[in-house]
């Protein structure tokens, strides 16, 4: 099971962008919570937002919801994070990871299957 994660980039504070998180590969059927989770420069990886694939519940953490909305294409084996009203200090690296369940905010403890990053920064 491999995820690819995309659609990084510059932004512009109260800007927006949309990232995906496609999945490809045996096993992702016995995974049922994809999340995304960001990591700032010098600090910790922190669960951002995350969503079971087959009953289409989400969780979010406090500091980004209203602004933010996963959602999922199971046909594509894909999940999107649409961000709005991006503030400076969303600005980090966004991974999505695959694990058993989405039950609360996204630990990265319970993610076990990891794609590469892609750079969100928020700048004027």
């Known amino acids: 099971l491999q995820l690819q994660a995309s659609g990084g980039g510059l932004v512009q504070p109260g800007g927006s962008l949309r990232l995906t998180c496609a999945a490809s590969?045996?096993?992702?059927?016995?995974?049922?919570?994809i999340g995304w989770f960001r990591q700032a420069p010098g600090k910790e990886r922190e669960g951002v937002s995350c969503?079971?694939?087959?009953?289409?519940?989400?969780a979010y953490a406090d500091s980004v919801k209203g602004r933010f909305t996963i959602s999922r294409d199971n046909a594509k084996n894909t999940v999107y994070l649409q961000m709005n009203n991006l503030k400076p200090e969303d600005t980090a690296v966004y991974y999505c990871?695959?694990?058993?369940?989405?039950?609360?905010?996204?630990?990265?403890?319970?993610?076990?299957?990891w794609g590469q990053g892609t750079q969100v920064t928020v700048s004027s």
């Open positions: 990871a695959a694990g058993i369940y989405c039950i609360g905010v996204p630990d990265i403890n319970e993610y076990d299957i």
């Open positions: 590969g045996p096993g992702l059927d016995y995974k049922f919570g």
């Open positions: 969503i079971h694939r087959t009953d289409g519940s989400t």
